[in-house]
């Protein structure tokens, strides 16, 4: 089993600033890819980005590329999002999530474990 804990959720606004961070507890060692999703009210969940536990290789969807940065910390066993340049569209509960098989995914049923959710609001 991995536990995910997610932190650093808050209110901003349209323009600003805000770092996710996510912090994985047990068999860390299983995990090999961990995601970042996203689900505003009455949407699905959504991809944002991943990225590979041992050559932190990232990946993002488009609607995120150039303000949106995700980083690992091995050692740490945490995961960061780093988000500028934030739109109120952005506004969601973040998500983040561990893949503990092999390959790379950017779909919810790709990922194993899941983090309770942080809200992040961006106002205009």
């Known amino acids: 089993q991995v536990q995910l804990v997610e932190s650093g959720g808050g209110l901003v606004q349209a323009g600003g600033s805000l770092r996710l961070s996510c912090a994985a507890s047990?068999?860390?060692?299983?995990?090999?890819?961990m995601g970042w999703f996203r689900q505003a009210p009455g949407k699905e969940r959504e991809f944002v980005g991943r990225?590979?536990?041992?050559?932190?290789?990232?990946a993002y969807a488009d609607s995120v590329v150039g303000r949106f940065s995700i980083s690992r910390d091995n050692a740490k066993n945490t995961l960061d999002l780093q988000m500028n340049n934030l739109k109120p569209e952005d506004t969601a509960v973040y998500y983040c999530?561990?893949?503990?098989?092999?390959?790379?995914?950017?779909?919810?049923?790709?990922?194993?474990?899941w983090g309770q959710g942080t809200q992040v609001t961006v106002s205009s």
């Open positions: 047990g068999r860390t060692f299983s995990m090999l890819c």
């Open positions: 999530a561990a893949r503990t098989r092999g390959g790379l995914g950017s779909r919810s049923y790709d990922y194993d474990y």
């Open positions: 990225i590979t536990w041992s050559t932190a290789n990232a």
